[in-house]
């Protein structure tokens, strides 16, 4: 750990999933503090990989593929790749700059999407998805399971048939709650930070009386107003909202007041 820096002496939280935990750590490392990566989700392949294997064998006929995840290019791209070369007239697009980096990594360019807000609601009003541009096209949606149906709806709305490709599954880690209940009576537990809605379900339903007590009274960080809503339904008031990604959680850590 650094041995100064705005979060010295903070132990902050990642519950980012295993494989895109590090770089908010490796962030919260340099800022002095220390990282507690506890996932809050474990990703994995979908349980039947028929529907993926079918729409590989079909990418040429879709004119727009949406990721809307890191991990939907980590399971879908693998197999869309195995036995042909990405259409030249096949458009990629993404919720978040971390899914049009890791595209890019593996040789998928000219990606599309939002540059400020990393939600379907943004995807949605970039041009290249109005109705007059996606009419009577095919869209392919690769996400994880129980996935929300906003973004297929509206585009099916506008004229576009939409397949939903289901390429992992989420579930609550399998490890359980005890490693976060230790570092809170151990009073080395300063933040959270939590960048799913999923996650932050996970971690409600399976808190005891006694980690909900530690939960209210520990800062939550979020990265989008709709995780912090979700947070406020479930009875949270410690709640701050920062701008998106690993770089809004870090600046909130950073801004934040934590000798108040």
């Known amino acids: 750990m650094a041995s100064g820096g705005p979060l010295a002496g903070r132990t902050i939280v990642v519950t980012r999933p295993q494989a895109q935990a590090a770089p908010l ?4 490392i340099a800022a002095g503090g220390t990282p507690l ?3 809050l989700l474990e990703i994995s392949p979908a349980t039947d990989p028929q529907p993926l294997a079918e729409a590989a064998g079909r990418l040429a006929e879709y004119s727009l593929a949406v990721f809307i995840s890191p991990n939907a290019v980590e399971h879908a791209l693998p197999a869309l790749l195995a036995q042909r070369a990405w259409p030249e007239s096949l458009i ?4 978040g700059q971390g899914t049009v980096k890791l595209l890019a990594e593996r040789g998928i360019h000219g990606c599309i999407a939002p540059t400020e807000r990393f939600d379907s609601e943004a995807l949605l009003e970039l041009p290249e998805l109005a109705a007059d541009r996606v009419n009577a096209r095919r869209v392919a949606i690769f996400r994880g399971d129980s996935g929300r149906e906003l973004l297929a709806d509206t585009l099916r709305e506008r004229g576009a048939t939409v397949d939903c490709i289901t390429c992992y599954r989420r579930s609550g880690p399998s490890h359980g709650l005890a490693p976060l209940i230790s ?13 799913s809605s999923e996650g932050l379900r996970y971690l409600v ?3 005891d009386p006694e980690g909900r007590t530690f939960l209210q009274k520990t800062p939550l960080f979020v990265p989008h107003a709709r995780i912090a809503e979700n947070a406020r339904v479930a009875g949270l008031s410690k709640i701050l909202l920062t701008a998106a990604a690993d770089a809004g959680i870090l600046a909130g850590l950073v ?3 934590w000798t108040a």
Do not use: H, K
Not at 25 to 28: G, K, L, P, R, V
Not at 183 to 195: K, N, Q, Y
């Open 25 to 28: 750590a490796e962030a919260i």
């Open 37 to 39: 990566i506890f996932p």
């Open 92 to 95: 990629p697009a993404a919720v």
């Open 183 to 195: 570092a809170w009576r151990a009073g080395r537990l300063d933040a959270l930070t939590v960048s």
């Open 205 to 207: 339903d399976q808190l």
């Open 255 to 257: 801004a934040y007041n």
